[in-house]
C-alpha cells in the first residue's frame, strides 16, 4: 500500500471531485428541503453545508486509508487504485473492475463483496457520524465566537 500522504492526496483530488459533484446534486433538494425545516438564513445554510462538506472530505480522508489498511492485498486486489473507497458509495464489484483493457482485480481467498461491504460500512458510520458532530461543533463554536465578539 501506499504511503498516507500519497493515498490522502488520490483522495483529496479524486474523492474530493465527486464529492464535490454530488453535494452539488444533493444540494438541489437539500436547500428547498432544509428552508422549509428551520429558521436558519440562506447564508448560515450555505455555510453549514460548506463545513459539513469539508469535514465529510477530511473524514472520508482517514476513512479510505484505514479501508485501504485493513482490507487492500488482504481481502482483495484492484488494478485501479485511484479511489476504492468512498463514504457515500458502497463497495461493490465497480471496484474490482478492470482498467482499460488491462487486468481485473479479484478477492483473496475467501473473502467476499458482502464481507467487504460490511467493513466499508463499519468505516463509513463513524466518518459520517464524525462529519456530523465536527460541524455542530465548529458552528456552534462559531456562533460562540461571533456572538462573543458582538457583545
Known sequence: MESFSRESFIYLLVG???Q???ALIVALFFFPIARRLT????GQLVS??????AFLLIWGCLGHYAFLAATYGKLYVSMDRVVDWLPFI???????DQTLHG???YLIGD???WQLRLIWTAVAIPVWLLAYAST???LRSLRLTHATNVA
Not at 39 to 42: H, L
Not at 90 to 96: A, E, N, S
Request: hydrophobic content about 55%; proline content about 9%; aromatic content about 22%.
Open 136 to 138: 455542530h461543533l465548529a
Open 103 to 105: 487486468p481485473r482485480g
Open 39 to 42: 429558521s436558519a438564513s440562506w
Open 20 to 22: 464535490a459533484v454530488g
Open 48 to 53: 453549514a453545508y460548506f463545513v459539513f462538506n
Open 90 to 96: 458502497p463497495f461493490g464489484p465497480w471496484v474490482l
Open 111 to 113: 473473502a467476499s463483496l
Open 16 to 18: 474530493g471531485s465527486f
